[in-house]
């Protein structure tokens, strides 16, 4: 017996008509009658009653089709949860990724592998432009993105407030206390990127700064890492900002990272996406972002 036979079997019992069985079967008439005979032989019982005019079940029939509709069932499940294994076997979540995360990016990717322990994340550092880019095009399946609620043709979803720390030289007596205030360094040059580079970064900066009652005091722009730390370890005084998530990790002797005094300036972390129903892979996601941030807040 082939599940095929069993197939065509149930499809001309469900139309007792072998015309119509097979047009939804698309295929011959001549070859559902056939398979039909042979799976007869095999039981040496006839299970349609046929004349020229009708098609009927007999009790052989009638008796086979429960277990024949059982067989095309089991078939089908059996079906779905191997496709659900090859599904889960070869999926991969590509994630478009920010300057900054830090230890957020290492503790989301730990909980996303707790709970969906055979995905593959593949991680990717591009340009904003071209992250969100990406997102609309489904090249990415999502990207964390900073500093917005809004974007043409995509879903913006909040995740968390990311806390900014000031970077001092070490040897500066600020870097004694705990916390900083943004009025006590209104005398120190301000290392910072471009508004035009990281908008985002820089409204939440000068914000913080007016809000305790001065202008920032502009010094050269930051460029990178490496270099605008070993400045400010080893030369004039001045000082620049850290996302706290990257701070927690970033070497950088002869530089104190200190958190602000309340209110402490924070930029947002939201995730990019096709306004559409998420994926298994990337609720589960949204789910290690959010679970990350719950436990920040406890």
Same mark, same amino acid.
Request: proline share 8%; hydrophobic share 45%.
């Given at each position: ?19 119509? #069985?097979?047009?939804? $079967?698309?295929?011959? %008439? ?58 889960? !076997? ?10 900054? *995360? /830090?230890?957020? *990016? #290492? @503790?989301?990717?730990? =909980? ?12 990717? /550092? ?24 809004? $974007? ?18 070490? !040897?500066?007596?600020?870097? +004694? ?5 943004? +009025?006590?360094?209104?005398? *120190?040059?301000? !290392?910072? =990127? ?8 820089? @409204?939440?900066?000068?914000?913080? &700064?007016?809000?305790?009652? $001065? ?15 070993? +400045?400010? #370890? ?11 998530? %990257? ?36 609720? +589960?996601? *949204?789910?290690? &972002?959010? /679970? ?5 807040? !406890?």
């Amino acid at each position: 017996m082939e599940l095929r036979q069993v197939r065509y079997f149930v499809m001309v019992a469900e139309e007792l008509h072998f015309g119509r #069985a097979a047009g939804r $079967l698309h295929i011959g %008439q001549p070859t559902v009658s056939q398979q039909i005979r042979r799976l007869e032989r095999e039981f040496g019982s006839q299970l349609f009653d046929r004349t020229t005019r009708t098609v009927t079940l007999t009790h052989a029939g009638r008796v086979f089709l429960p277990y024949a509709r059982a067989l095309l069932d089991a078939e089908r499940a059996a079906s779905e949860v191997m496709m659900g294994l090859h599904r889960e !076997r070869d999926a991969t979540l590509r994630l478009g990724t920010s300057t900054g *995360l /830090g230890r957020r *990016l #290492a @503790k989301t990717l730990s =909980a996303l592998a707790e709970h969906e322990p055979a995905l593959m994340v593949e991680l990717v /550092g591009v340009p904003l432009a071209t992250r969100l880019r990406h997102v609309r095009d489904g090249e990415l399946d999502a990207a964390f993105v900073r500093g917005v609620d809004s $974007l043409p043709g995509l879903e913006v979803l909040p995740l968390w407030e990311e806390e900014l720390v000031a970077a001092l030289p070490a !040897r500066h007596p600020l870097a +004694a206390d705990p916390e900083v205030a943004a +009025a006590d360094l209104a005398g *120190l040059p301000l !290392r910072i =990127a471009t508004h035009e580079e990281n908008p985002p970064l820089v @409204k939440a900066v000068t914000a913080a &700064c007016r809000a305790a009652g $001065l202008e920032p005091n502009p010094g050269p722009a930051f460029t990178n890492d490496q270099d605008t730390l070993a +400045a400010i #370890a080893a030369g004039r005084p001045a000082w620049t900002v850290y996302y706290a998530a %990257q701070a927690a990790i970033q070497p950088a002797p002869g530089v104190a990272f200190r958190p602000f005094a309340a209110p402490a300036p924070t930029v947002p972390t939201s995730l990019a996406v096709r306004p559409h129903p998420p994926s298994r892979e990337l609720a +589960a996601l *949204l789910e290690a &972002c959010r /679970g990350l941030d719950a436990d920040n807040r !406890r």
